[in-house]
């Protein structure tokens, strides 16, 4: 039985599994094997960035750009897919080094300001008001390097003139605590919300999290999730998993932590989110992982659904009893059990 969520993933989702001391250790998967990914698994939409929708966007006039995306958006059109975001990559160019948001340097914060309006506006041909905002390298790895006051105001112009350039766009800031940077400027979904409050427009500034990103931040997802949807700012989820403070693992969703899975689950049912957005899997294949690797994807949409289900025949009941009682420790093996497959 269909669980009623629409998923998505990322072309980055499927990659060469290279790690900061080894190897590349699978070969490049063609874009058409990936489509075949989303089809062959019930995907319904894919995250982009400008630059998967056009390479080199750089480098090409504003007419080549257009008349990319149109063929991009025809690609999807032709495989039942929708874009559920764009997102410009601000951190893989060298103006982006020390930002570019927060760069020191003008010329390099306009540069992001710009890949930024100009990706709202390739969620126009794209078909989705929805742009996705990853503070990569907004912070530092040396403190005196910046003066942080600035850095938040420039932030708050440049979400301002994304919303000043376009009428629609609805920009998601997802939050992260580290990685790349050291200390990055808004680690967490409060930042978020107090940021959005601040701009031009805060109605068309919300969040998105990730599991692995919340948990970094010593952060319960689940916890951070329902203060999102309690403001309506929850626009976007990446699921995944993480195992401690350490580099950023993207596992497959739950994959570490089952609870803290079925409770990010449980406070997406009672909030209806389905209705709301989309479950993205923010997963990579394991590092040692022979390739091709594809099946972390499905792995974690298997894992959700199965998830729901758990949530779903929860009895609630039994549970309000207990704790009505206080006895949380009845409550516990409850859903101890439950997750065991022992209810
Ligand atoms: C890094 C991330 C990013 C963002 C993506 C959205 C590359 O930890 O989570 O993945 O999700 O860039 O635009
Ligand atoms: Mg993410």
Not at 191 to 204: F, I, K, N, Q, W
Request: net charge negative.
């Amino acid at each position: 039985m269909s669980s009623g969520y629409r998923f998505s993933f990322g072309p980055w989702n499927i990659h060469e599994g290279a790690d900061p001391f080894g190897p590349m250790v699978r070969s490049t998967v063609d874009l058409a094997d990936k489509f075949k990914v989303f089809k062959d698994h019930g995907f319904d939409a894919i995250m982009l960035h400008d630059d998967d929708i056009v390479p080199d966007i750089d480098s090409k006039s504003a007419s080549q750009i257009e008349d990319e995306a149109k063929a991009y958006r025809q690609l999807l059109d032709d495989q039942g897919l929708v874009a559920e975001i764009v997102a410009p990559r601000l951190w893989e160019d060298a103006r982006g080094i020390d930002g570019p948001l927060t760069s020191n340097d003008l010329a390099a914060r306009q540069w992001g300001i710009d890949r930024a309006k100009r990706t709202a506006d390739l969620g126009d041909i794209l078909g989705t008001d929805l742009l996705v905002l990853w503070l990569a390298r907004e912070g530092t790895y040396i403190r005196e390097s910046k003066n942080a006051l600035d850095s938040h105001r420039y932030l708050i112009d440049s979400l301002n003139a994304i919303l000043e350039h376009h009428p629609k766009i609805r920009i998601a800031i997802e939050p992260k605590p580290n990685e790349p940077m050291d200390q990055m400027y808004i680690p967490t979904i409060g930042h978020v919300m107090g940021l959005a409050h601040e701009t031009v427009d805060p109605s068309r500034v919300g969040g998105l999290i990730e599991t692995a990103h919340s948990q970094l931040a010593g952060l319960c997802p689940a916890d951070d999730m329902a203060y999102a949807l309690s403001l309506n700012k929850l626009w976007g989820v990446h699921l995944n998993d993480q195992n401690g403070m350490k580099y950023d693992q993207d596992k497959s969703f739950a994959a570490a932590n089952l609870r803290t899975g079925f409770n990010q689950i449980r406070v997406l049912e009672a909030a209806g989110y389905k209705d709301i957005g989309m479950v993205a899997f923010d997963v990579k294949a394991m590092r040692t992982q022979k390739g091709p690797a594809t099946s972390h994807l499905p792995n974690s949409k298997r894992i959700f659904e199965l998830l729901v289900e758990r949530v779903r025949s929860f009895d609630q009941n039994a549970a309000d009893q207990c704790i009505a009682n206080r006895d949380y420790e009845a409550l516990e093996l409850m859903v101890m059990e439950h997750l065991l497959g022992a209810s």
